[in-house]
């Protein structure tokens, strides 16, 4: 799983690009917003 959070989306580089590229590619799930990952770290925690 790839945590990508763009915070300025305007000035998006291409490391930012390849990186969600890449993992989109080989099926990794890509995530890029601050509140789905807050919520999925969460989770993970309260896993028992």
């Known amino acids: 799983m790839v945590i990508n959070i763009l915070f ?3 000035s ?3 490391l930012d690009y390849f990186i969600r ?3 989109v ?3 990794i799930p890509v995530i890029t ?3 789905l ?3 999925l ?3 993970l925690i ?3």
């Open 8 to 10: 300025n989306p305007k």
């Open 12 to 14: 998006d580089n291409d």
């Open 21 to 23: 590229r890449r993992a």
């Open 25 to 27: 590619e080989f099926g």
């Open 33 to 35: 917003n601050i509140e």
């Open 37 to 39: 990952a807050r919520t």
């Open 41 to 43: 770290v969460e989770a």
């Open 46 to 48: 309260n896993i028992n």
